[in-house]
Structure formats: C-alpha cells, structure tokens
C-alpha cells in the first residue's frame, strides 16, 4: 500500500479546500481497505479527524463534524476528504491512512494510529484568520 496526499495550500477561513489520497500500490484496492484521514498541528499530537469503512460507513471528529466530508472512488483508488468552513485551527499537517485489517471498535472509536499500519507522508493546509 503506498498513499500519496494532495491538494493542501493555503486558505481564508471560511474556505474550502479538498484533499485527496492516491493508492499507488498496485496489489490492493480501496475496496479492500478502512481509511482515514488524521492531522498534527504544530506542538500538537496527531488526531483523527475521519474514518471511512470497507462499506462506506463514516465517522468524524466532533471538532470537525458537519463541516468535513470523508469518501473514497473505489475506480480510481482514491480516497478525499472535502473541507467546507475551514476555521484557523484546523491549520495542520494531514495524512492519509489505511489499513487491510479490521477495526475492533465502532464509530469515533476507530479514529486511533494505532489501527493503521499504512501512512502517507502529508500534505499542509493552513487557514488564515
């Protein structure tokens, strides 16, 4: 599994941006995979902000819920994570996760590192007040 991330930049709050994540790897599907999306701002411990099941089934972050929307195109093995609203702190550096194996927990619970074994390298988004 290789996860490329794009389309960070730089944005007014208020504004909206759409991330996306590439699956490079050739031997496994988005199909195949949970995925999620998490972010570390500066000084700060990573954090989930979306998850995305093998099914569809989503689950969010309280702090962004309502403004983001995690989904993923299957046929293009591409997961995104569109932002709407932005605020300045949710300036950070995103990343993109997944993994082939199963999530022993439901909802917000799912939204932990440690469940995922496969990891791109980020992309900045950074909101201006």
């Known amino acids: 599994v290789q996860l490329v991330e794009s389309g960070g930049g730089s944005v007014q709050a208020g504004g909206s941006l759409r991330l996306a994540c590439v699956n490079s790897?050739?031997?496994?599907?988005?199909?195949?995979?949970?995925m999620g999306w998490f972010r570390q701002a500066p000084g700060k411990k990573r954090e989930g902000v979306a998850v995305?099941?093998?099914?569809?089934?989503?689950a969010y972050a309280d702090s962004v819920k309502g403004r983001f929307t995690i989904s993923k195109d299957n046929a293009k093995n591409t997961l995104y994570l569109q932002m709407n609203s932005l605020k300045p702190e949710d300036t950070a550096m995103y990343y993109c996760?997944?993994?082939?194996?199963?999530?022993?927990?439901?909802?917000?619970?799912?939204?932990?590192?440690?469940?995922?074994?496969?990891w791109g390298q980020g992309t900045q988004v950074t909101v201006s007040s």
């Open positions: 996760a997944a993994t082939l194996l199963p999530i022993r927990a439901g909802g917000c619970a799912r939204l932990r590192e440690l469940y995922f074994g496969s």
């Open positions: 995305i099941a093998r099914d569809g089934d989503t």
């Open positions: 790897g050739n031997k496994y599907s988005t199909n195949a995979m949970i």
